[in-house]
């Protein structure tokens, strides 16, 4: 399941001379192209509030379940944009630059997050 799919993530890599094929990004936040990757890890319960990341973000579900209720700013409030978007196992998820959304971990969950150029969040309130 993946909802607003951005190629931006997957743009900008270097080719590699010596290994025909083979293209990457690092993580070298001296890159102007790199991306941050996480390996995380949640207990079950956890919640995080409404937020945002000024970068497209995916995340690859190892292991548990996760809720994603994304959100829109109404008249200065906060209001849930359609039903929480339930990823597991195998699956993975895309969020567009700058997306309220808010998280909650339904089990114990690991999870490879990466997020295009370097990590911010920002709570939205």
């Not at 944009?81 to 195998?90: F, K, Q």
Request: net charge negative; glycine share 6%.
């Amino acid at each position: 399941m993946s909802t607003f799919i951005s190629k931006d993530i997957w743009s900008d890599f270097t080719a590699d001379p010596e290994f025909t094929g083979f293209s990457f990004r690092d993580t070298d936040e001296s890159n102007a192209n790199c991306v941050t990757a996480l390996l995380e890890r949640w207990a079950a319960g956890t919640i995080e509030d409404p937020h945002h990341h000024p970068h497209d973000d995916m995340s690859i579900i190892v292991t548990g379940e996760i809720a994603i209720q994304f959100h829109l700013r109404v008249d200065g409030e906060l209001v849930n944009d359609g039903e929480p978007m339930i990823l597991t196992a195998g699956q993975t998820g895309y969020i567009k630059a700058n997306r309220i959304h808010s998280v909650v971990y339904t089990t114990d969950c690991d999870m490879v997050y990466i997020q295009n150029k370097t990590f911010g969040f920002e709570i939205d309130k």
